[in-house]
């Protein structure tokens, strides 16, 4: 892992557990900085590290740490490229903290006052070996979210992404995700309340340092998002 300062640290396991058979616990994991003494070390409490590892695209697969959700960010800076006209006022948000109080999306949404509001982050998916029930497929197409742990999609929200995937033909799937949530359950409940819904980009293994998408949903997220952006 890598600090901002660019300390290299190694994470590393207490040796002496007695549940050496079961995943360490977050108080077992310690990060080694090569420090000799407190003194010595660079790093201070509160300092973030993250994960070294290289971006590998193979094939159509996209691999890499924190797509969840840099690849959320991708889609909406090339929507933002190909984007000329559009007959609405268009509000483009990188929030920040949707990983814990969802307090980027909550802020914005309450200063802008949207007439609808699409979040765009990643979904499980159930095509790998033991994964959670979910009929969602690297490589099928973006999903539109029907329902997670924080929210249940609005209808016309669902409905309109839907229908203009089918419109233009692009290839998409529905979302039921059992746990975790995202940007749209806090802009759902700002003011008075904003119709919100979630264009998602499946991806596996996330929250690990090699997350996986697929090139082909990436770009038909893009296009179903500037599909909605321009219906009139």
């Known amino acids: 892992v890598a600090f901002a ?14 549940d050496t058979g079961k995943a360490p616990k977050f108080e077992q994991l310690y990060i080694d900085v090569g420090a000799t003494s407190r003194d010595d070390c660079p790093v201070h409490v509160g300092d973030a590290a993250v994960f070294v590892r290289p971006f590998v ?12 959700d840099r690849i959320g960010c991708a889609v909406l800076i090339e929507t933002l490229r ?5 007959p609405h006022d268009v509000y483009f948000v990188f929030s ?10 909550r802020t914005s949404t309450y200063g802008i006052e949207p007439d609808i509001a699409i979040a765009v982050d990643v979904t499980a998916t159930g ?33 309109l992404l839907v229908r203009r995937a089918k419109e233009a033909n692009i290839p998409y799937q529905l979302e039921v995700l059992e746990r975790g949530t995202t940007d ?11 119709p919100s819904g979630c264009l998602s ?3 596996r293994y996330i929250h690990t340092p090699s997350e ?7 770009e038909n997220s893009v296009r179903l998002l500037l599909e909605v952006l321009r219906a009139a």
């Open 5 to 18: 300062d660019e300390t290299v640290g190694v994470i590393g396991i207490e040796e002496k557990r007695e």
């Open 57 to 68: 695209a193979q094939g159509t697969r996209l691999i890499a740490k924190a797509m969840d």
């Open 82 to 86: 190909r984007l000329e006209r559009t």
């Open 96 to 105: 920040v903290q949707e990983e814990t109080t969802l307090s980027g999306a």
């Open 127 to 159: 095509d790998k070996p033991e994964s959670m029930p979910m009929a969602v497929e690297l490589g099928k197409g973006p999903a539109v979210k029907v329902q997670d742990r924080g929210m249940i999609a609005h209808p016309a929200v669902r409905d």
């Open 184 to 194: 749209a359950a806090a802009m759902q409940l700002v003011r008075a309340g904003v």
């Open 201 to 203: 980009i499946p991806c």
């Open 212 to 218: 996986m998408v697929d090139e082909g949903d990436v």
